[in-house]
C-alpha cells in the first residue's frame, strides 16, 4: 500500500511562484512513475506533469517553460515547482504514482487527496 500527502498550496498573484511537494509513505519502492494532475471546477482532471524512476519527465503543453517536475529518492517526496502562474492555472492539483508508467493519462493507482492553488489577476 501506498500513501500521498500533498503540500504547498495556496493563493497569489499572477506572474507568482510556488512548490508544491508530494510526500509518499509505504511500499514506495514499487513506484515507476509519479504525475501531478489538476482539476478545476467543471472540468475534466487534466494531467499536468509526470516523472518515472529514471528520471524522464512529460508536460502538458500548457505548463512548458514554466512547471518543473522533480523527485528526491531520499525523501521519498515529489515536487512540482511552479513559475508564472497564470489564472488559469487555478485548480485542485493532485500527485500520483502507480508501478506502471502512466504518464499524464489517469489511471494512476494512488492518489493524494489533493492541495488547492488558486492564482488571482
Known amino acids: 500500500q501506498v500513501q500521498l500527502v500533498e503540500s504547498g498550496g495556496g493563493s497569489v498573484q499572477s506572474g507568482g511562484s510556488l512548490r508544491l511537494s508530494c510526500a509518499t509513505y509505504?511500499?514506495?519502492?514499487?513506484?515507476?512513475?509519479m504525475g501531478w494532475f489538476r482539476q478545476a471546477p467543471g472540468k475534466e482532471r487534466e494531467g499536468v506533469a509526470a516523472?518515472?524512476?529514471?528520471?524522464?519527465?512529460v508536460y502538458v503543453d500548457s505548463v512548458k517553460g514554466r512547471f518543473t517536475v522533480s523527485q528526491d529518492n531520499a525523501k521519498n517526496t515529489l515536487y512540482l515547482q511552479m513559475n508564472s502562474l497564470k489564472p488559469e492555472d487555478t485548480a485542485m492539483y493532485y500527485c500520483a504514482a502507480d508501478s506502471r508508467q502512466w504518464w499524464l493519462l489517469p489511471q494512476y493507482k494512488y492518489w493524494g487527496q489533493g492541495t488547492q492553488v488558486t492564482v488571482s489577476s
Open positions: 509505504g511500499y514506495t519502492y514499487s513506484l515507476y512513475c
Open positions: 516523472i518515472d524512476s529514471d528520471g524522464s519527465t
